[in-house]
């Protein structure tokens, strides 16, 4: 059995996501108490627990003490199989941070997993924005031998959420190791601008405006591509993705959400203040997605590694739960100003 103290490092989400992920790949039992310790309101709220079900569905898991509010859970899976899978988060939830709980299950899937995920948020706080899934973490992935195919249907905000996305994930025999250890140099900054029934404001071509601007006058230029989505009446809103592909194959990517009294301006400029952060340091990771590869690459055969700028909560839990659960070994070191990540044997 798998004994873990949700209440250690970082005490958030992140440890029961990546130990259900983990546990189901290695069919071990978990227990896991003192669920989201460190938070305003600790236990499963609604997406967490979605999460554990649709994880759960995944490999006829038994599971007890899933439910709200819970601090405690006990979760039993069997192999994990393929096939048609829903899950309905019925909230503003983040739809990426339950993606984030179930992609590594589907990767060890018997067979091909299709899963549609309603109801939920695609671009909320504290979370990826669903096209930073899209454009960095997914084509990282790839090049690890991780093939997936994402649609949106519809975007979803806070507070109604009401997205919905469907995403296909191929098996993967074995995951390939990840060596990112030189940023090389810049060949394209992209993006992607949203918005959602606020075409009439061109709040989509603003925050891309805003951006550009920003990037200019620090010597750079993005082709972002404008949506103006209609397919979501229920809720308004906004975000903006942009992302550095460099001539090493390293993506590195940064994001921004439209709140209320937030101007569009505002948020084109966060975005690329946070691109430009990435991109003048020169790793070969993100800040966000060096802790989100920490699962795969301690999956992978072999030796990974990758530069990031710093040491974020939740790349630290991520290495510490990944070295407990699965007994390898990360070497972390400071090399010229960045941090050197790298997964031995």
Known sequence: MIEIDGSQKSGSGTILRLSVALATILEQTLHIYNIRQN???????????EAVLTAARLCDAELEGAKLGSRELWFKPKKVKGGE??????????????????????????????????????????????????????????????????????????????????ITVKPCKSLQPLRLENFGKIKAIKGVSVCTFLAER???????????????????????????????????????????????????????????????????????????????????????????LVPYVALAKGNSAYLTRTISDHLETNIWLAEKVLNVRFDVKKVDGLYNIEKIG
Not at 92 to 102: E, F, Q
């Open 202 to 292: 061109k709040v989509a071509e603003r925050q891309a405006k805003a951006a550009n601007k920003y990037l200019e006058e620090k010597g750079y230029t993005a082709n972002i591509q404008i949506i103006n989505d209609r397919s979501n009446p229920l809720q308004k809103g906004s975000s903006l993705v942009l992302w550095a592909e460099t001539d090493t194959g390293a993506i590195l990517g940064a994001d921004a959400i439209g709140e209320l009294r937030k101007t569009s301006e505002t948020v084109g400029r966060e975005a690329a203040e946070k691109l430009y952060a990435e991109i003048s340091a020169k790793p070969t990771v993100d800040v966000h997605l060096a802790d989100m």
């Open 39 to 49: 938070r305003p309101q600790p236990g499963l709220r609604p997406q967490h627990l």
């Open 85 to 166: 899978f829903e899950a309905e988060i019925g909230t503003a939830g983040s739809i990426p941070m339950l993606l984030m709980t179930v992609l590594p299950v589907c990767a060890f899937a018997k067979d091909t997993v299709n899963l549609c995920i309603s109801k939920g948020g695609t671009d909320v706080w504290h979370s990826p924005t669903i096209n930073y899934m899209h454009y960095v973490f997914f084509p990282t992935l790839k090049r690890m031998g991780l093939n997936t195919a994402l649609t949106v249907h519809k975007y979803g905000y806070y507070p109604k959420g009401m997205g919905e996305v469907t």
